[in-house]
């Protein structure tokens, strides 16, 4: 069997790139995945601006308090006032640029005002409660970097240096079929021998999630000609065919067959728990090939190898700079002393106190504890877990985004 580790660079050492970028509203672009580092044409904030409601002052002005000043001019957030004159102050409001001859802002809380007039009563320091020009951004600094997934943060910020528009990779655009006569839709009958397909759910749900335009093909018969044609038509202009189950060597199981007669088949079998049979290849169409690969039937294992492999994959296609998830150190809550031989991904539930329960079914077929849980706890090979352990937590947080 294959380690994980060498499993998981075979599969990235064959994910092709997208290469088209196209250019998207930077009001829409949240979710893609950026193509070209972003630098700001201007400084941020572009003037000395107020971080308080109150009153810009000269500090030298304040030699005793309390002071009575005179107030010589308003200014608003959005208008541009006047030189300050000596011996005054100016009604200043959160954003509004810093006059000149003003070096520091006392907050309104400090103050009284007297028709005409403000009386202070705190002496502030030079530069209190300024916000200087270029303090968040400087002009020609590097704002976003290449390839990372956009976040509404990340387009506010492009934004606010006053970026209109943000290249942006295509999104991916994956196949996905089904196969098995003993497949059913919800909604429809259910006889005897027939299980729903809950994998189609699954799957179209998780390449949605990482931003994937998804082409469903359907449930294929469990017949070889059928499966052929199915993969013909799945080809098409896209970049991966995705699949689950029809993998192994059973006489029902048609998509091993059909893949190798469409193109070129590798199967692994991976040193992981739950899903150790994977299939990676590629299918010809029209002078090209696409990507295939074939995940386990069973819907846990599907998902924790869709997880772990899958998605390092997608995001690889995409462009993603940061393919590896965040994972923390948490205690365990729990005694897991029958490891297995082969790296474990455990499904479990973090705690507010620092601590990680495990479900206690972890069988491939379970797929509650999929939604018990909120991560997946990485356990190396014959690795016993005592309660009080730490061990290492990947939250689906991270592990779906």
């Known amino acids: 069997m294959l380690s994980f580790e060498l499993a998981l660079a075979r599969l990235l050492a064959g994910a092709p790139a997208v290469a088209e970028v196209c250019s998207r509203p930077t ?16 400084d941020a904030p572009p003037l000395d601006n107020s971080a308080m409601d109150g009153y810009a002052v000269a500090v030298a002005d304040l030699s005793e308090l309390p002071a009575k000043l005179p107030v010589s001019q308003r200014i608003a957030a959005g208008s541009i006032g006047c030189r300050l004159l000596p011996g005054t102050a100016a009604r200043i409001f959160t954003g509004a640029p810093i006059p000149a001859g003003a070096d520091a802002v006392v907050m309104q809380e400090y103050c009284q005002p007297l028709a005409a007039e403000v009386l202070i009563g705190h002496r502030p320091a030079a530069g209190d409660h300024i916000r200087r020009a270029g303090s968040d951004i400087a002009a020609g600094s590097e704002i976003l970097a290449a390839g990372q997934r956009l976040r509404p943060q990340d387009t506010a910020l492009a934004a606010s240096v006053g970026i209109a528009s943000l290249p942006v990779f295509r999104r991916l655009r994956v196949a996905v079929f089904f196969t098995g006569d003993e497949l059913r839709m919800p909604g429809e009958a259910l006889p005897a021998g027939s299980i729903y397909n809950a994998n189609r759910f699954l799957l179209r749900g998780l390449l949605e999630q990482l931003g994937c ?30 699949t689950s189950g029809g993998v192994s060597v059973g006489e029902e199981d048609h998509v091993r067959a059909a893949v190798e007669a469409e193109g070129r088949l590798e199967m692994w079998q991976i040193a992981i728990k739950p899903g150790k049979p994977l299939a990676f290849g590629q299918v010809a169409a029209a002078g090209r090939e696409v990507a295939f690969i074939g995940l386990p039937g069973n819907p846990v294992s599907s998902f924790v190898t869709f997880l772990m492999l899958v998605r390092p994959f997608l995001l690889k296609m995409q462009g993603v700079a940061r393919l590896a998830p965040a994972s923390y150190p948490l205690r365990a809550d729990f005694d897991w002393l029958r490891p297995d031989a082969r790296r474990e991904f455990l499904r479990a539930r973090s705690t507010v106190d620092g601590g990680v329960a495990l479900f206690p079914q972890q069988g491939s077929g379970v797929l509650t504890s999929a939604v ?22 990947a939250p689906f947080s991270e592990l779906l985004a």
Request: glycine share 8%.
């Open 372 to 393: 018990w849980g909120d991560g997946l706890i990485d356990n190396p090979p014959r690795q016993i877990i005592r309660r009080g352990d730490t061990v290492c937590f």
């Open 213 to 242: 335009e998804v082409r469903d093909h359907g449930q294929v018969a469990d017949d070889l000609a059928a499966t052929r044609q199915a993969l013909r038509e799945a080809a098409g202009d896209n970049d991966l065919i995705l």
């Open 27 to 42: 009001l829409a672009a949240v979710g893609r995945v950026l193509a070209a580092a972003q630098r700001s044409a201007l």
